[in-house]
């Protein structure tokens, strides 16, 4: 069992940059493939990166490739999402995700995949 706690949302002027967090504890996240998903009022909770065990295979939505970067450190146990060039679309609850994996180069892009999820962090980026 593996507990996500996100961190580094906020408000955040249109062009403005954030960098979110996500801390494991309860297992070494190393164990795990990990991933950011956002839900916008009204709609549905949507993928946004993923992140392989290794590092070595990240994947985006096509809506962030170019603006956002995942990372991953594992001695620290920490997920990172560093968000550029914000708009008001990107403003939405962001949530961290994990699922175990035991090859280190799998990631997961669907919601189903996914284990163990984070309470969210609230991203508003105001025009």
């Known amino acids: 069992q593996v507990q996500l706690v996100e961190s580094g949302g906020g408000v955040v002027q249109a062009g403005g940059s954030l960098r979110l967090s996500c801390v494991a504890s309860?297992?070494?996240?190393?164990?795990?493939?990990m991933g950011w998903f956002r839900q916008a009022p009204g709609k549905e909770r949507d993928f946004v990166a993923a992140?392989?065990?290794?590092?070595?295979?990240?994947y985006y939505a096509d809506s962030v490739k170019g603006q956002f970067t995942i990372s991953r450190d594992n001695a620290n146990n920490t997920v990172y999402l560093q968000m550029n060039m914000l708009t008001p679309e990107d403003t939405a609850v962001y949530y961290c995700a994990g699922s175990a994996v035991a090859n280190y180069y799998y990631i997961f892009t669907r919601r189903e995949d996914y284990t163990y999820w984070g309470q969210g962090t609230q991203v508003t980026v105001a025009s």
């Open positions: 309860g297992r070494t996240s190393s164990d795990y493939a």
């Open positions: 992140i392989a065990r290794n590092s070595r295979r990240t």
